[in-house]
């Protein structure tokens, strides 16, 4: 299990997620269609070519999970009860075909569990970068994590 429990975390613990995503011409056309995601900037060069960016743009919901997958080994991977939700979901700089993605997160709180004890609400932020060191995603994910077996 490579995630930590609920007890094991303190505010300001700061992860540089080890996984690199270099994002593929497949990766945006399969999420695209496979999400019925009819947007041309994500399927037509043609059109993409013509827009203010002037090739494909990767398509946006694509690259909020991949920071969130990049993150969950490090994070809750055998230990997340659920997740809670995502707040503050901006996406700063736009991400191409070819650009190469890496995570990090940062614990922004913790909160005990009212009506579970065996857990604790993890708030996550957390950043997605290019290999410019831009920032192209960040939110915060709210988590309920168990704490450590007894």
């Keep these: 299990m490579a995630g930590r429990f609920y007890d094991n975390w303190t505010v300001g613990d700061t992860i540089v997620h080890e996984i690199r995503r270099t994002v ?3 990766d945006n056309l399969l999420f695209t269609v496979m999400t019925h995601n009819p947007q041309p900037l994500h399927l037509d060069a043609e059109a993409a070519r013509a827009s203010e960016f002037g ?3 990767v398509n946006g919901t694509f690259t ?3 920071m969130v997958g990049l993150s969950v080994g490090d994070t809750t991977l055998g ?3 659920a997740n809670l939700g995502y707040d503050k979901l ?4 736009p991400v191409f075909i070819g650009d190469t993605l890496r995570a990090e997160t940062e614990v922004h709180a913790l909160k005990e569990s009212r009506s579970r004890p065996d857990a604790g609400i993890v708030t996550f932020a957390h950043r997605l970068l290019n290999q410019r060191d831009e920032i192209v995603c960040q939110c915060l994910r709210s988590a309920l994590i168990n704490r450590s077996p007894a």
């Design 24 to 26: 593929t011409e497949t």
């Design 64 to 66: 909020f999970a991949l």
């Design 79 to 81: 230990t997340l009860v």
């Design 55 to 57: 090739q494909i743009l």
């Design 90 to 93: 901006v996406m700063p700089k």
